[in-house]
Every structure is written in C-alpha cells, then in structure tokens.
C-alpha cells in the first residue's frame, strides 16, 4: 500500500478505517453530540437566563431588541456558540476512543496545526467580504439599515472573537475531518470525498432561519461553501485555511453585517434587508468572491499541500 502518512484525507487509522467503524463513530458522536448539546441547551431554563432561550425560540434578530434585552442576547448568542462547539468535543472523543485516532491527525497532516495559515485565510476572506460589502453599499444604501452601536455592541465582539474559532472548528473537524476521512477510507474518488461530506454540511444547517428564508438559494449556498472548503483542505493538506476561512467568514456575518431573516441576536453593524431575489444575488456573488480568496491564498503560498516539520505520527 502506498504510503499516504502526508495526505491529510488518507489519515483514518489502520485497522479501524472499516465503512462499520466510521458508521458507528458517526452515529455516536451525533449522539454525544445531542447529549451535550440537551445539556447546554438545559440551562436556558433556568429562569434567570429564560429569556435568552425565547430569543432563540423565536429566531429574534438584533434590530427586534431593545437595550434592556442585550443581555439575554448575549447570553443566546453565547449558547448558540458553545452549542456546536459541542461537536468538536464529540468528534475528538469518537476519534480517540473509538478509532484510537492522534487528535492532531483529525486536523492537520503537519505535527501541529499552522495558525498561520489560519490567519491568513482569514484576514483574506475578510478583505475581500469587506470591500464587497463597501461596494453593494455605495451603489444600494437603502437596502441596508445602520444599526452601530459600539456601547451595546463590545461585549458581543469578545463573545464572537473567543468562541467563533472554534465552533468553525468543530464543523471543519466533523465535516472535512473526520466524515472527510472516514469517505476517503472506502474510496478513492475524489468527487465523492468532496460531495458526500458537503451534503451532510448543508443538512446540518437545515434549522438556520435563512434556509427558509433564503429557499433553494441558500441550501445552494451552504453546499457550494462546503465543497470550496473541502478544496482548501485537500489542497493545504489540513484544516487550517478551511478553519481560517470560515470562521472569519462568520465572524464577518455576526458583527458586520447580517440580515433581517438571519434569526440570530448577534449585535452587528448593518442589517441587510434580504428577501429570495438577494439570496440568488448572493449566491451568484459567492462565486468570485471564492475565486477571489483562492486566488489570494495561491498568492500568499497557502494552497501548498507541504507539511512543515513533519507529518504527525500514523496510528
């Protein structure tokens, strides 16, 4: 067999890479992951913090609320957050436990994972979403309503800077990661690694209001995000500029700017006014904007599938 150590996709351990290994480890942390989630989700009730779980029910968005409702969003927004970094620890106690898997090798074909590819990606994504934003501005400012308020606003910025990595690292390392090496480890077909994992992206953001919202747009959206995504990986050989890219991708969505169908309370800056025909506007800007950061990453020498010191030691 050829030795696939260095290729982040082919790093499911020898020996428990079985289509049973990686069903069962699928089922299971999608079990763990709703326990931990029940468990997080539980405290809403506690009647201190209830109104922040009736912004969550009610899918309120920041221009509902008035000041005396901040703290319950920023409780909301908090839960929202650690909700799915619940899936990380559920993906990481699966790989160790059940596949006996290095937690580095789910992440990364380096010995560490490279925050600066991470950043780099990221301060790229949010260049080019910026200047988009400026542009789509200057040339329709009446569909956007300014809702800066950097007094109310602080306080959600350090719960968005500190928990945001890592609830996109919990979707990169289930989704790219673990689902994306487990696929690999029953074929050999890229497109069926990229697109298998995808699918399974796109449905778990079913219940995000703007899949209604948005409609067939917005499950487009997310799909074509994954695959782009499972690109980075593949080409960078870990999940560093996939992490990168999406967290400050969302990031960029929480505080800057954010529409009226998002359903989430996160304290932004501009409020888009969005019905379906922007959702297919957006999906059709989306294209140049990944061409955009592929581009700048190939620039910046991110998309090199080298791996540093070393790849980390197999299973």
Sequence with gaps: ??????SFFDQAPEGRRSVWYYLSGSVMAVVLFALLNAAVLSLLFIPSVRPA????????????LTPDQDLAALIACTFILISVIALLVATLIVAKYLHRQPL???LTARASFDMRRFLQSGFIILAIEGVFLLVSYALDPDSFEVVFDFARMWPFIFVVVLLTPFQALAEEAFFRGYLTQGVAALTGILGIRLVVPAIFFTIFHAFNADWSAGGLWAVLTYFTMALYLAVLALKTN?????????????????????STSSGMP????LVTKGEQTDYMMGYLFLFPVLALHYWASQKAG???????NGAPASA
């Design 238 to 258: 870990g999940l560093e500029a996939s992490t990168g890219m999406h967290a400050f991708h969302n990031m960029f969505v929480f505080l800057v700017a954010t």
């Design 302 to 308: 991110l998309l090199r599938a080298d791996v540093g």
């Design 266 to 269: 996160f304290a932004t800056v």
């Design 1 to 6: 067999m050829a030795d696939n150590s260095n």
């Design 53 to 64: 779980f009736e912004l969550i029910s009610e899918q309120k968005n920041w221009v509902d």
């Design 104 to 106: 580095v090798t789910l």
